[in-house]
C-alpha cells in the first residue's frame, strides 16, 4: 500500500485562534498521478477516511485528512 502526501491547501475564513482555517486539499491519484481537490468538511472530525473516485482515471482512492487544532490540513491518498 503506497500513500501519496499532500500537493496544496487552499486558505479560507481565519480559525478562532487566530490562524488560517483550510476549505480544500488536493491529493495525487495512486492510479493516474493527476492532482485531485477535495473540500474539508470540519462537521466530519478531526480525522476522516473516505473513498472518492479520481474524476480522471475513475480509479477510487481512499482518501485519509488529519486537520490539526491549528486548522492545518494533511491529505494521503491510497489505491482501494
Do not use: K, W
Not at 482512492?61 to 492545518?72: M, R, S, T, W, Y
Amino acid at each position: 500500500m503506497q500513500l501519496t502526501s499532500i500537493l496544496a491547501f487552499s486558505e479560507a475564513s481565519a480559525a478562532p485562534t487566530g490562524s488560517t482555517m483550510q476549505d480544500e486539499a488536493s491529493y495525487l491519484c495512486g492510479s493516474c498521478g493527476e492532482s485531485i481537490c477535495v473540500p474539508i468538511d470540519l462537521s466530519a472530525g478531526s480525522r476522516q477516511i473516505y473513498v472518492e473516485d479520481c474524476p480522471v482515471c475513475c480509479r477510487a482512492n481512499v482518501i485519509h485528512l488529519e486537520i490539526d487544532a491549528q486548522g492545518g490540513v494533511s491529505a494521503t491518498s491510497e489505491l482501494e
